[in-house]
């Protein structure tokens, strides 16, 4: 994912946290809001109940893989993942379904407001 795409100030993350809309699954948590850039952004939280450093980056690496096969980063949204302790590294067709149709379920709500 190019640095473009990436939020990582801090600041950003709890105004999205805050003013954004929540989506939650088993497994993830996503926030968004519509944002007045031309493209996508996105930031991945994962939190040190999910593991140690090494499973934190799988999963992180994990997440970055299926939005890169997934998601459109065309539209104009800054999303924030967040992994719940339940998200396991090695059943990663299963987190992908999950994933997919959460940003599915986005699609269709950020529809609907417009």
Do not use: W
């Not at 090695?90 to 407001?113: A, C, G, N, P």
């Amino acid at each position: 994912m190019k640095k473009i795409f990436r939020i990582k100030k801090h600041e950003e993350f709890l105004q999205i946290k805050q003013e954004g809309v929540c989506l939650r699954s088993e497994t993830l948590t996503l926030h968004y809001q519509k944002n007045s850039l031309t493209h996508s952004r996105v930031g991945i939280q994962v939190t040190k109940k999910c593991g140690n450093a090494v499973k934190r980056n799988r999963i992180k690496r994990q997440i970055r893989a299926i939005l890169g096969k997934g998601f459109d980063f065309s539209k104009q949204i800054d999303l924030i993942i967040t992994a719940r302790p339940s998200f396991r590294t090695d059943s990663f067709t299963k987190e992908q379904e999950e994933l997919l149709k959460l940003l599915k379920q986005l699609e269709i709500q950020s529809e609907e407001k417009h």
